[in-house]
């Protein structure tokens, strides 16, 4: 194998570039193609997280195909189709999961629209590249799987860049704006059922817009990288009947914002990485003419790794996680407001195309772990954990 993509650094900068990871060339022209198929097992003690697993499940698997091209000296667009199963949630069905054309007017400034992955924290435009990490699940503090429509892409626009310096080092810059496609079968749907204040489940989801800006430092020193992104999601609105009188619509409307600080070393075998999150936002519980609340909805994130390679076949890693709900009940105990997960990995390089990872998590808290219909969980327990195994290939 190719030595596998470590450094992030390198690898978001080829990703926001160019969004293939393992593209060829089909015959003599400049269109390329690319994408991955994984499939997984996990299974889970105790709770159903982070999705429904307790009785071991094969319903874990991902695929991707991307094709993209370049017209003329600036121009470049492409497209990627992305589908997965996680437990009950995806289906296996195929998404758009970006789409764009991209003018690179000259190093300092582009410009992209269509859909568009959606840059917050270090891996927010990676998520599904295994090649780049040890990892089966990113930090869940960060990078929900389940959620992952909150934070995969967006259409709109962007304007992007980097800025060069001599002795400062150089700076990626996006702004962007604009809307994030949701629907009632995505995970995120979950997030509104597991108020359990909608009878028979959350019927319309909705967001007014997203906004944002994300910069990335690469700095002096070499191998180190700073990040620092903020965006907000304007009024996403889940809409159903009321569960406890379903003549009445009720709705849910948070408009959470993100501020997201990072930072990634790369040392010789050694990948350092540490982000810290702060989701916070207005929300607002109606069923009119009898209930209506307002509020604040929010947590505090955050997550430590490392990983070390082991020649050119080996990887491992171990992280540490938490969440802490800002605004919980008063009467909520710390399990019911915390989730903190540790986690280690081992990856194997069989050849350029196969990667193989085995992963173990223990669970402390229970924060965001649902229940609901698709992932049941109708006696939680303060404690859990969950182990997964994964190939990749890859083309």
Known sequence: MNRPLRATSIVLALFSANPLTAAVSIGNSNVQI???????????????????????????????????????????????????????????????DWAVADYNFRQEIGVRAGRIKYPKGLYGEALDVDAIRPFIFLPSSLYNPVLRD???????????????????????????????????????????????????????????????????????????????????????????????????????RVAPAYTTIGAEYAHGDWTFAAEWQNQDGDSLVQALPVYNSAGKYGSRNYYVSATRRFGEKW???????????????????????????????????????????????????????????????PTLADSSSFWAIKSTFIF
Request: overall charge negative.
């Open 150 to 252: 909150f934070s995969a892409s967006f259409d709109g626009a962007m304007i992007y860049g980097t800025i060069s310096t001599a002795k400062a080092g150089s700076f990626d810059y996006k702004i962007f704006y604009g809307d994030i496609a949701m629907n009632t079968d995505q995970g995120v749907a979950d997030f509104f059922n597991d108020s359990g204040f909608f009878a028979d489940g959350v019927k319309t989801l909705a967001i007014d817009h997203v906004s944002g800006a994300a910069i990335d430092w690469s700095t002096p020193l070499s191998g180190l990288k700073l990040h620092f992104s903020y965006s907000k999601l304007a009024d996403v609105d889940g809409v159903g009947p009321f569960a406890a009188a379903p003549m009445f619509t009720a709705l849910i």
């Open 34 to 96: 690319g994408g991955f198929f994984s499939q997984g097992y996990l299974k889970s003690s105790k709770n159903n997280f982070p999705f429904e697993s307790k009785d071991g499940t094969w319903d874990f698997r991902e695929m991707a195909v991307n094709v993209s091209t370049t017209v003329g000296s600036h121009l470049r667009v492409g497209a990627q189709g992305f589908a997965q199963r996680l437990g009950n949630y995806g289906e296996d069905k195929v998404k758009l």
């Open 315 to 377: 990887e491992a890693g171990a992280y540490y996680s938490k969440s802490r709900d800002l605004h919980p009940n008063p009467s909520a105990t710390t399990a019911e407001k915390q989730l903190e997960d540790y986690a280690v990995s081992v990856r194997y390089n069989v050849n350029e195309h196969v990667i193989l990872k085995v992963e173990f998590h223990s669970i402390d808290g229970r924060f965001n772990v649902f229940n609901t219909p698709r992932n049941p969980n």
